[in-house]
């Protein structure tokens, strides 16, 4: 789908907000039946969200409301085949629309031109808030004009760039940018394109952490950090007073790197939730974290530990350590090796009601007396790169990291 025929089919519904003139015919009872008989007339689907603003404008004319006013502050156009040529569009778009407050491009087909041109239009631009340009390889180059364009923009608070083939200059870039910028509450560098073992983007992400004092959530996630990039995070933290979100997950952090995050947590008393999974941490890092977690540590809220190789020993000491701190609501972890004594602790933690079934990812049941732990398609951001065909696509319980720490306008 091209973006000009969405702008296009955009502007027949608003050709539709005309004054209501007393006693004027109209053809068509209300505008949301105008909207569905235009979807029908140009075989598009009807969205839901645009349908309930119409049904909202057409209760305000019924109670005497005497001109239309439409105000549609997000476009979604994900997963379509949208390229660089369709990308002038919405740099029209930007510079002349001012309500326009969420643009999501994820996954389309733009390169590396399309991102430059995204980037140059928000130099300008002061309304919008929320860009998504998940998926699209803007490369290195579009990396590095999304980075320039934060030395500009003083509006936009949300930038998600992962999966996006961003190269080490433009990590950096962003590292450096980030020092000075005050206005970005969340940015996605997940997944970059990166060469060399030195970690040399975490050292620099570390340094933007200890200057930066607005930043909220930081997903770091396919980075390859290793204990000592962890480190470098770790002692950033201690000066740090804003991060709320921390996303290292699929790294390659061991039991090690645990020592620095449990000693940092003793301190640190903003840092709500953190996504550890997919690495390797095994009980002694486990042991590590639930140390602190019991004794020191009273901000943390969520913790994922998916898949990270913990067997019965580490898990029931952090279930152990939800005895002691009640601040601790969500836990995850699935993927690590469960035993009998790790499938009652858990168990019995649901049962007492101090873990909530929509705080964790697993469910205990029995089978010929004993208890078994199942998995549930709960998560921190379950529905991150997907919505649900049912149900509520942004639920508490899918994308609990997003709900426990919001940053702006949740879209």
């Not at 952090?253 to 941490?281: C, P, Q, W, Y």
């Not at 690590?336 to 964790?360: H, Q, W």
Request: proline share 2%; aromatic share 8%.
């Amino acid at each position: 789908m091209s973006l000009d025929k969405i702008f296009n089919f955009s502007g027949i519904i608003s050709s539709a907000t005309r004054p209501v003139t007393s006693g004027a015919p109209e053809p068509i009872d209300s505008l949301w039946q105008l909207y569905i008989y235009l979807c029908m007339e140009k075989s598009q689907r009807v969205n839901d969200f645009i349908l309930q603003k119409l049904k909202g404008v057409d209760e305000d004319i019924e109670k005497g409301s005497r001109r239309i006013t439409l105000n549609l502050a997000g476009l979604d156009v994900r997963y379509n085949l949208i390229s660089d040529a369709g990308l002038y569009y919405a740099a029209k778009l930007l510079q002349k629309q001012h309500n326009l407050i969420y643009l999501n491009l994820m996954f389309n087909d733009i390169g590396p031109k399309g991102g430059e041109l995204i980037a140059k239009a928000l130099h300008k631009n002061t309304t919008l808030k929320y860009l998504r340009m998940t998926g699209n390889k803007v490369e290195n180059k579009g990396g590095m004009c999304f980075a320039a364009m934060l030395q500009m923009n003083s509006s936009l608070e949300k930038l998600d760039l992962g999966d996006t083939d961003l190269g080490m200059q433009s990590v950096i870039a962003f590292a450096t940018v980030l020092t000075q910028n005050q206005t970005i509450k969340a940015i996605n560098l997940n997944r970059p394109i990166l060469y060399g073992e030195q970690e040399e983007s975490t050292v620099h992400l570390g340094h933007m952490l200890k200057e930066n004092h607005s930043l909220i959530t930081l997903h770091m996630s396919k980075h390859d950090v290793k204990n000592s990039g962890l480190k470098q995070l770790c002692d950033a933290l201690y000066l740090n007073r804003s991060l709320r979100y921390l996303d290292v997950s699929c790294n390659k952090i061991t039991h090690d790197g645990m020592v620095f995050l449990a000693d940092v947590l003793k301190s640190n008393t903003t840092l709500e939730v953190i996504d550890l999974s997919f690495n390797r941490i095994e009980n002694a890092g486990a042991n590590s974290l639930s140390e602190t977690l019991a004794s020191h540590n009273r901000s943390l809220k969520a913790l994922s530990i998916v898949s990270n190789n913990i067997e019965g020993e580490g898990l029931v000491a952090l279930s152990q350590s939800m005895k002691t701190n009640a601040t601790l609501s969500n836990i995850y972890i699935w993927g690590n090796k469960f035993d009998e004594a790790t499938c009652v602790a858990y168990s019995n933690l649901i049962k007492m009601g101090r873990l909530k079934p929509d705080d964790t990812d697993v469910q205990p049941y029995e089978v010929d007396g004993r208890v078994y732990l199942s998995e549930v398609s709960n998560g921190l951001k379950r529905h991150y790169y997907w919505t649900p065909t049912y149900g509520e696509a942004f639920s508490h319980s899918s994308n609990a990291g997003f709900s426990l720490v919001p940053v702006g306008q949740q879209l």
